[in-house]
């Protein structure tokens, strides 16, 4: 596995457990957080 591809799912992973049970995030934190994470996902995936 390549570096992009584990951020990219670590990030969506604690966005997501973070969002729902530990502080509700601001949409203006937590959209542009996301999109990245699935860019970096989507970057990953085309380096394998």
Same mark, same amino acid.
Not at 7 to 17: A, F
Not at 30 to 42: E, T
């Given at each position: 596995?390549?570096?992009? !591809?584990?951020?990219?799912?670590?990030?969506?992973?604690? !966005?997501? +457990? +973070?969002?729902?049970? %530990?502080?509700?995030? $601001?949409?203006?934190?937590?959209? $542009?957080? /996301?999109? /990245? &994470? %699935? +860019? !970096? /996902? %989507?970057? &990953?995936? +085309?380096?394998?």
């Amino acid at each position: 596995m390549n570096w992009c !591809l584990i951020i990219g799912i670590l990030l969506n992973c604690v !966005l997501i +457990v +973070v969002n729902r049970f %530990i502080y509700k995030l $601001p949409d203006k934190i937590q959209f $542009p957080l /996301l999109i /990245l &994470g %699935i +860019v !970096l /996902l %989507i970057i &990953g995936l +085309v380096k394998l």
